[in-house]
């Protein structure tokens, strides 16, 4: 908690621009994962819970059968700060990684959570 | 699956150097996470879960209230391969990571996951 700066609206965009797919709505950073059902649907909800509770910072989730969207805020100071760009950043690193090509790992047979 | 190649057990030993905490024990390449308690800990099985279907390479998982054995092997060719150090070594990278001091996110306040 060594950051409590808020970010204004332009530079939450301009940040926005390191982490893909996310946006700004209502005051959020959100971001929605496409999966391939709703097992997977619930082991990236399990994921980030887990990375939240690492971070000791918790986003909201809102869960469909194939889809789970994102949301994070500095729920103290009712803006986004670090600690909102920086969990996205590591969510969205540990829930896209995919086995690199040329390794041993098969990955996932078909699409996997983008 | 690049490699089928079954490393014999000093080859393991030599490797296991590199995965902190990890050994081979009846041939599978094991190790055991300490929680902060049940809820932790199902909440950490979830975690592996989701990284072994990214790989598509699945552990042998037994809980208790306070902990998880890992354990590793390719079930096809009865032993160690570059599947089961990848894969530990990735779940090792998330399962412990933890904020960096100096950054934003303030990190679970009492002992986290080791």
Same mark, same amino acid.
């Given at each position: /908690?060594?950051q409590?700066?808020?970010?204004?609206?332009?530079?939450?965009? +301009?940040?926005?621009?390191? &982490?893909? *797919?996310? $946006?700004?709505?209502d @005051?959020?950073?959100?971001?929605?994962?496409?999966?391939? *059902?709703?097992? !997977? #649907?619930? /082991?990236?909800?399990?994921?980030i819970?887990? &990375?939240? +509770?690492?971070?000791?910072?918790?986003? $909201?989730?809102? &869960?469909?059968?194939?889809?789970? #969207?994102?949301?994070?805020? #500095?729920?103290?100071? !009712? @803006?986004? #700060? $670090?600690n $909102?760009? +920086? &969990?996205?950043?590591?969510? !969205?690193?540990?829930v896209?990684?995919?086995?690199?090509?040329? @390794?041993?790992?098969? *990955?996932?047979?078909?699409?996997?959570?983008?």
């Amino acid at each position: /908690m060594s950051q409590e700066r808020v970010y204004t609206e332009p530079e939450v965009l +301009e940040r926005l621009k390191e &982490l893909a *797919g996310w $946006d700004l709505r209502d @005051g959020w950073l959100r971001r929605k994962y496409r999966t391939p *059902g709703w097992s !997977h #649907t619930l /082991m990236l909800a399990n994921a980030i819970a887990y &990375l939240a +509770e690492a971070a000791y910072h918790h986003p $909201d989730l809102s &869960l469909g059968y194939a889809e789970i #969207t994102v949301k994070l805020q #500095t729920h103290r100071v !009712h @803006g986004i #700060t $670090d600690n $909102d760009f +920086e &969990l996205a950043k590591k969510i !969205h690193e540990v829930v896209t990684w995919k086995p690199p090509p040329g @390794g041993a790992l098969p *990955g996932y047979p078909k699409k996997w959570i983008e």
